[in-house]
């Protein structure tokens, strides 16, 4: 199976769950000072989840385009030594907000 295909099963099957499939949101973040780039899926719904924000929907999925940074889990020395550490990542994510 190749990669647009595994996107789009999982973008599916969420979809048959009752998630509101949503676009990436873009990967140099823009109105918010504590993070310069997307490094993870859930940064887009950072404000929903510190209660600054009302929730559109109870429950989505993404595919979210991210960019590899240090961090918590820096693991950015590994980039370029095996077949899965890329310095441009894309994170499938499907999130609950409290339903």
Not at 27 to 37: A, E, I, Q, R, S
Not at 58 to 80: F, I, M, W, Y
Request: charged share 25%.
């Amino acid at each position: 199976m190749d990669s647009n295909k595994a996107r789009q099963a999982f973008l599916d099957f969420f979809r048959t769950k009752e998630h509101e499939i949503v676009a990436s949101a873009p990967m140099v973040v823009k109105n918010d000072p504590t993070l310069m780039f997307t490094n993870a899926g859930m940064n887009q719904f950072k404000d929903i989840f510190l209660g600054n924000a009302p929730r559109k929907f109870p429950r989505v999925a993404d595919t979210q385009k991210c960019l590899r940074v240090s961090g918590k889990h820096n693991d950015l020395e590994e980039v370029g030594h095996d077949t899965y550490h890329h310095t441009m990542f894309e994170m499938l994510g499907n999130w609950s907000f409290g339903d």
